[in-house]
């Protein structure tokens, strides 16, 4: 008995511990850097909060961190730097949202998580 408690112990901490990597905020703060040549998306760099997407260096030579994929939804515009309501990109779902680009071979696609943005402010989480 005396050794069954401290091991599961362990094993509640550790399930306590872990972090769903598929958690993604609802809502980010990003500035964005500029179209992905071989699709529709755009990509944005995460200002809050941190340590989500990866880090990359764009085609001009400039290194981001914290890079993700947004493609608009419902004629949404990413002009500009804000707050952006997201949700997981579907390829089958959101198929409509992007169309086929034809890409150079001197570009690839980044491998970055892809999100849909829902809605768009300037000041705050919409």
């Known amino acids: 008995m005396k050794t069954f408690c401290p091991l599961l112990f362990s094993i509640v901490l550790g399930l306590i511990s872990c972090k769903n990597e598929d958690d993604f905020p609802s809502c980010i703060q990003a500035n964005i850097i500029g179209p992905e040549q071989c699709s529709d ?36 515009q990413h002009i500009t730097s804000g707050h952006y309501n997201v949700r997981d ?35 705050n989480c919409p």
């Open 41 to 76: 998306f755009i990509l944005a760099e995460i200002i809050s909060p941190g340590g989500i997407g990866k880090n990359i260096t764009y085609y001009d030579g400039n290194s981001y961190k914290n890079v993700i994929k947004l493609i608009p939804n419902t004629g949404i």
């Open 89 to 123: 990109f579907d390829p089958e779902m959101d198929s409509g949202l992007s169309k086929p680009v034809i890409c150079q071979a001197l570009y690839a696609p980044y491998n970055l998580p892809a999100m849909v943005v829902k809605a768009f402010s300037d000041t």
